[in-house]
């Protein structure tokens, strides 16, 4: 037998496994049996173990890592806050109802729109069931993607039409890209038509978005960040979570609010700490814990930039007023090198991904006060270099 037809043979035993917990979630056997007919493992899909082959990387996760400059594009800015601004008139009173109900601002729960599906333009390009399947069957993530198949069916039993279950790799669905579990924690029917749809409601998707921020902890009436003028003196090492101040107290110590912006006393009290994406070449941010509240909705500083700078342009703010530098990105392999260093010398305790993270960048600022280098806080070529001898 080739090992494909082996590989499927396995896979519909393990479909077939599933039927007892899918019945207590509520899915009849009719649903079942129609939703996994046919149903064959795309063994194409990233971060799966597949034994005797080499694993993929997840898409989107090129030999170099793209830089702020080129994920943060000025051109894809324009663009989405003129649309933004557009469906913000649109659908004035349900965003009004959503920022006074649930307490997250329509600006935001837009730019998450834009951000997961161009406002609904983009057509995701896997179909779910298969997908959630194969990752539950054979991912690296086996436990996670099982529960999450199992409420893909589920959503299929509650009337979501089978054709409307399209994904990403990673298995989210709709509008505002939800996992199926996280639409039965969050899913919200905001226009009282009977049922949660993030596929064609607009009004449903958004609201949902909304109160998955809520449920993670937005901040009612506080900010996702502020852009700064760090001080000449700032030390970039410090742009870590844990390192909290209230704002005036940044502000006491040179830090500039950008563009001239006025800070409340109010705003002065809330607690925020540095971030720098780009080390000291490009803008700084101080963010409070709304910024940590959209990262809990995508784990990466840009995803957050993005949509956060984006909510401000929709409601009328400028470009960031200090650009992002045309620093060029060194290979994932050479920022894996720099982790790997910086982990045998305890400066860093998180995992080898290649990535210039939060965690890399101040750990990377240690290693440059430590050697008496110049402290940027940024994988330079210079840095692997000296780190190197």
């Given at each position: 037998?080739?090992?494909?037809?082996?590989a499927?043979?396995?896979?519909?035993r393990?479909?077939?496994?599933q039927?007892?917990?899918?019945?207590?979630?509520?899915?009849s056997?009719?649903?079942f049996?129609?939703?996994?007919?046919?149903?064959?493992?795309d063994?194409?899909?990233?971060d799966?173990?597949?034994?005797?082959?080499?694993e993929?990387?997840?898409p989107?996760?090129?030999e170099?890592?793209q830089?702020?400059?080129?994920?943060?594009r000025e051109?894809?800015?324009?663009?989405?806050?003129t649309?933004?601004?557009?469906?913000?008139?649109?659908?004035?009173?349900?965003?009004?109802?959503?920022?006074?109900?649930?307490?997250?601002?329509?600006?935001?729960?837009?730019?998450?729109?834009?951000?997961?599906?161009?406002?609904?333009?983009?057509q995701?390009?896997?179909?779910?069931?298969?997908?959630?399947?194969?990752?539950?069957y054979?991912g690296?993530?086996?436990d996670?993607?099982?529960?999450?198949?199992?409420?893909?069916l589920?959503m299929i039993?509650?009337g979501a039409?089978?054709?409307d279950?399209?994904?990403?790799?990673g298995?989210?669905?709709?509008?505002t890209?939800?996992?199926?579990?996280?639409?039965?924690?969050y899913?919200?029917?905001?226009?009282g038509?009977?049922?949660?749809?993030?596929?064609?409601?607009?009004?449903?998707a958004?609201?949902?978005?909304?109160k998955?921020?809520?449920?993670?902890?937005?901040?009612?009436?506080?900010?996702?960040?502020y852009?700064?003028r760090?001080?000449?003196t700032?030390?970039?090492?410090?742009?870590?979570?844990?390192?909290?101040?209230?704002?005036?107290?940044?502000?006491?110590?040179?830090f500039v609010?950008a563009?001239?912006?006025a800070?409340?006393?109010?705003e002065?009290a809330?607690?925020?700490?540095l971030?720098?994406?780009e080390g000291?070449?490009g803008?700084?941010?101080?963010?409070?814990?709304?910024y940590?509240?959209?990262?809990?909705?995508?784990?990466?500083?840009?995803?957050?930039?993005?949509v956060?700078?984006?909510?401000?342009?929709?409601?009328?703010?400028?470009?960031?007023e200090?650009?992002?530098?045309?620093n060029?990105?060194?290979?994932?392999?050479?920022?894996?090198?720099?982790?790997?260093?910086?982990?045998?010398?305890?400066?860093?305790?998180?995992?080898?991904?290649g990535k210039?993270?939060m965690?890399?960048?101040?750990?990377?600022?240690a290693?440059q006060k430590?050697?008496?280098?110049?402290v940027d806080?940024?994988?330079?070529?210079a840095?692997?270099?000296h780190?190197r001898?």
């Amino acid at each position: 037998m080739p090992a494909h037809a082996r590989a499927d043979v396995a896979f519909d035993r393990w479909l077939q496994s599933q039927w007892p917990a899918a019945q207590q979630l509520g899915i009849s056997r009719n649903v079942f049996e129609a939703a996994i007919r046919g149903l064959e493992p795309d063994l194409s899909l990233p971060d799966l173990v597949i034994s005797g082959q080499p694993e993929k990387a997840p898409p989107g996760q090129p030999e170099f890592v793209q830089t702020p400059a080129q994920y943060l594009r000025e051109s894809t800015f324009d663009r989405l806050a003129t649309r933004g601004k557009q469906l913000a008139v649109q659908y004035r009173d349900t965003l009004a109802r959503i920022e006074k109900e649930i307490g997250v601002p329509g600006n935001v729960v837009l730019a998450i729109w834009a951000r997961e599906t161009d406002y609904g333009g983009y057509q995701l390009p896997l179909d779910a069931i298969r997908t959630l399947a194969t990752q539950g069957y054979t991912g690296k993530r086996k436990d996670f993607f099982q529960n999450e198949f199992l409420y893909a069916l589920k959503m299929i039993q509650d009337g979501a039409p089978r054709a409307d279950m399209r994904s990403s790799w990673g298995g989210a669905l709709g509008l505002t890209q939800f996992l199926p579990s996280e639409f039965y924690k969050y899913g919200t029917d905001f226009d009282g038509d009977g049922r949660a749809d993030n596929f064609r409601s607009v009004p449903d998707a958004l609201a949902s978005a909304a109160k998955q921020l809520a449920g993670k902890g937005w901040q009612r009436g506080e900010r996702w960040a502020y852009e700064v003028r760090a001080p000449q003196t700032a030390d970039c090492s410090i742009g870590v979570p844990e390192v909290t101040m209230p704002i005036g107290e940044w502000l006491k110590r040179g830090f500039v609010p950008a563009g001239g912006r006025a800070i409340s006393t109010a705003e002065q009290a809330i607690p925020a700490s540095l971030l720098q994406p780009e080390g000291s070449y490009g803008p700084s941010f101080l963010t409070p814990k709304n910024y940590y509240v959209i990262k809990d909705y995508n784990f990466s500083d840009l995803y957050v930039l993005f949509v956060g700078h984006l909510s401000d342009r929709i409601a009328g703010a400028k470009a960031f007023e200090t650009p992002w530098s045309k620093n060029a990105q060194l290979k994932t392999t050479e920022v894996e090198t720099m982790q790997q260093r910086l982990t045998s010398l305890g400066l860093y305790k998180d995992k080898i991904d290649g990535k210039a993270g939060m965690l890399t960048r101040a750990a990377l600022g240690a290693y440059q006060k430590k050697n008496g280098l110049k402290v940027d806080c940024w994988p330079t070529a210079a840095v692997l270099e000296h780190m190197r001898r």
